[in-house]
């Protein structure tokens, strides 16, 4: 079956560094999205992106957050200087389309740590 | 705005025992509502979503959900639970904003003891 693939599985970054998160969505997929988890609390949307551009964006996702799918393959979301209360679990999605019968599907995530 | 609770942070059940991860909405128009399940270090895999027609779903893994309009809920059940079933239960809504982002629920901590 296919996958949502993530790298890294784990990144450690300085504060204030730049970070890029990278996920190669399912082949076919049209629909992409990024999430959050911050430990021991629930998952929260970030971004979604449909045709090279951003359709709904949370208030989580600031300037300091960027998304692009450079390739037709890749889709990564980049933070430009992170800020401890970056640390979270990261995860991306995608969906075949964006009716309410095409369900998102998940990578198994990258632990974001910013010392 | 759409919104889902899931009242308990844990359900403990013995193997063989029907389970019961309990979750309740609050959707402004029609709900579209999923489930999915965490295993540790893993991502959220699908287990099963409500869209129309009949109010029992069935899902993956012998999973199935109730959709109760009357009582805005969406349990989500198995006849007979195994231990392989522990693991973390998330309840979410479909939004209906053009981006279709899913809104989630806080997750049941599931263990099934032998």
């Known amino acids: 079956e296919p996958e949502v693939t993530q790298t890294p599985s784990h990144q450690v970054t300085q504060m204030g560094q730049e970070v890029i998160l990278r996920c190669v969505p399912i082949?076919?997929?049209?629909?992409f999205y990024w999430y959050r988890q911050i430990l021991g609390q629930k998952v929260e949307f970030l971004v979604s992106f449909y045709n090279n551009e951003i359709s709904e964006k949370s208030e989580i996702f600031d300037d300091q957050f960027s998304v692009e799918r450079p390739d037709g393959s890749n889709f990564t979301l980049k933070i430009r200087s992170t800020k401890l209360e970056d640390s979270a679990m990261y995860f991306c999605?995608?969906?075949?389309?964006?009716?309410?019968?095409?369900?998102?599907?998940f990578g198994d995530g990258t632990r974001l740590s910013i010392l | 705005a759409q919104s889902v609770a899931q009242p308990e942070d844990q359900v403990n059940v013995a193997e063989g025992n029907p389970l019961t991860v309990k979750c309740t909405y609050s959707?402004?128009?029609?709900?579209?509502l999923f489930w999915y399940v965490q295993y540790p270090n893993r991502g959220l895999q699908f287990l099963l979503k409500?869209?129309?027609?009949?109010?029992l779903v069935k899902g993956s893994y012998g999973f199935e959900a109730e959709f109760n309009k009357s009582q805005t809920s969406f349990h989500l059940k198995k006849p007979s639970a195994l231990v392989s079933d522990s693991a973390l239960y998330f309840c979410?809504?479909?939004?209906?904003?053009?981006?279709?982002?899913?809104?989630f629920g806080q997750g049941t901590e599931l263990s099934v003891k032998p």
């Open positions: 979410a809504v479909r939004d209906d904003n053009q981006g279709g982002k899913l809104i």
């Open positions: 959707v402004s128009g029609n709900p579209y």
């Open positions: 082949s076919n997929h049209l629909y």
């Open positions: 999605a995608s969906s075949g389309g964006q009716g309410i019968y095409q369900p998102q599907h």
């Open positions: 409500y869209i129309t027609g009949d109010n």
